[in-house]
C-alpha cells in the first residue's frame, strides 16, 4: 500500500482494520506527519516533494507489487471556506496524486478531498487530472461522502474519486457505499467517559490519563486502548469572561462571539477544522465547546469524535494536533471504503503466502 500526502493517517488507519498490510508513506510536512512512525511502526515514512517524485521510484522502493494507492492531496486550495485562488501551487498535487498512480499501476486508489473540488471553478482540473487513468480504471464517484453514515460521531462531507483495475478488482458501485452506511453515533457515544480520566502525567512528551471507568457502548469499546491510557486531554485555559460567555450557550447553539458552536450530547459534532501552517498565518480553528463545560473541547475529545482509537498520538501541543486532526480522513469513514475494496481485490500469492 502507498499513502501519498499521508498526514497523521486516517486513511492508513482505515486500510489497517480492513487487513490490507504496512505503508509506504508520502508527506512533505515533517509536524503533520510526525506521530506516523509511533502509531504506524512497521510502516515507511518519506519527507519530501512528491511533486518531484517518479511512480519507477516509488515501485523499486516497495520492492513488490503495489496492491493500494490512496491519499488526499492538499484541499485548501479548493476549500469552499478559503480563497480558492486559481493561481494557488497547491492546486496542481491532485494531478502529482494521478500521475503517480498511472506510473505505480496500483491494483485500485482511492483519493479524498473536500467537496469544493466538484465546484464548478475545480471540476475541470479534477476531469484533467482523471484522464490520466481513465483508460486502465473503473471509475466510482467524484462522490460526496458524510462520516457520520459511517459511523463516527461527527458530520464531516468529503469528496472521494475511487478507482480499480477490472483485472484485478471485481465491481465495485456508489451502491455498494450506500448500502455500506452505518446506524449514527452521537457525541454522548463517543466522549461521555472521558470526565472522569485522570491525568497519570507527562509520558514520552505528551499529557498521559488513565479512565477509571467507562460505560460499555459499541463505538466507545472500539477505541479504548487495552491499558485505558491515552494522551491529548490537557483542557484549554478560557479568560473568566470567555468562561462566562461559553456558560450561557446553550447545547446546540453558537456562541456569538467566537463562533464557536456547543455540542449537543445527543447529535453529532459539527466538522472539525484543521487551522494553518505558520507559512499560512498560524490560523487557529474555531473548536466546539464542550456539552456541559465552559471551555472547548480536548484534542482527545476531538479524536474520540472523529473515531481515533485512543492509542493513536497526534502532537505534544494542541494546535498541532488539531491540525492533524482536522485534516484527516476520518477512521470509520475510510474503514468503510477499504473493507469493500479489500473484499474486492484478487490479493498477490506473495502477500496470500505470507498470512
Known amino acids: 500500500m502507498v499513502d501519498l500526502f499521508c498526514g497523521c493517517g486516517g486513511l492508513a488507519l482505515g486500510a489497517r482494520a480492513s487487513g490490507f498490510g504496512a505503508e509506504l508513506a508520502f508527506d512533505i510536512d515533517a509536524i503533520l506527519s510526525s506521530s506516523f512512525k509511533h502509531n504506524f511502526p512497521d510502516s515507511r515514512l518519506q519527507l519530501g516533494n512528491l511533486a518531484e517524485a517518479h511512480g519507477r521510484d516509488i515501485k523499486a522502493m516497495a520492492g513488490g507489487e503495489i496492491i493500494g494507492v490512496f491519499g488526499g492531496p492538499p484541499c485548501q486550495a479548493f476549500s469552499d471556506i478559503g480563497h480558492r485562488k486559481l493561481d494557488d501551487p497547491r492546486r496542481d498535487l491532485l494531478d502529482v496524486f494521478f500521475r503517480l498512480v498511472a506510473e505505480i499501476e496500483p491494483a485500485f486508489f482511492v483519493m479524498e478531498n473536500v467537496r469544493g473540488l466538484g465546484y464548478s471553478d475545480s471540476k475541470p482540473v479534477l476531469d484533467k487530472a482523471l484522464d490520466r487513468v481513465a483508460e486502465r480504471y473503473e471509475l466510482v464517484g467524484p462522490l460526496l461522502l458524510d462520516a457520520a453514515n459511517y459511523g463516527a460521531a461527527t458530520r464531516r462531507r468529503r469528496l472521494f474519486v475511487i478507482g480499480y483495475d477490472p483485472t484485478r478488482c471485481d465491481p465495485l458501485m456508489a451502491e455498494d457505499l450506500a448500502r455500506a452506511e452505518l446506524p449514527a453515533v452521537t457525541v454522548k457515544d463517543a466522549i461521555w467517559d472521558l470526565h472522569d480520566a ?25 477505541l479504548i486502548s487495552k491499558d485505558r491510557l491515552f494522551t491529548g486531554h490537557r483542557p484549554t485555559i478560557h479568560t473568566s469572561a470567555v468562561v462566562e460567555r461559553f456558560l450561557k450557550v446553550e447545547q446546540g447553539e453558537v456562541d456569538i462571539v467566537g463562533r464557536h458552536p456547543r455540542l449537543h450530547w445527543d447529535r453529532q459534532c459539527p466538522t472539525l477544522r484543521a ?15 464542550h456539552p456541559d463545560e465552559p471551555r472547548v473541547i480536548s484534542v482527545r475529545e476531538a479524536a474520540r469524535l472523529q473515531g481515533f482509537p485512543d492509542h493513536f498520538r497526534f502532537h505534544p501541543t494542541i494546535w498541532h494536533s488539531f491540525r492533524m486532526i482536522g485534516n484527516s480522513v476520518s477512521p470509520p469513514m475510510s474503514r468503510a471504503i477499504f473493507s469493500l475494496l479489500a473484499s474486492r481485490t484478487e490479493m498477490p500469492q506473495a502477500a496470500i503466502a505470507a498470512e
Open 198 to 222: 485522570t491525568e497519570v502525567g507527562i509520558v514520552d512528551g505528551f499529557d498521559t490519563w488513565r479512565l477509571e471507568s467507562s460505560e460499555a457502548n459499541g463505538y466507545r469499546s472500539a
Open 275 to 289: 487551522g494553518t501552517g505558520s507559512d499560512r498565518g498560524s490560523f487557529q480553528s474555531v473548536r466546539p465547546i
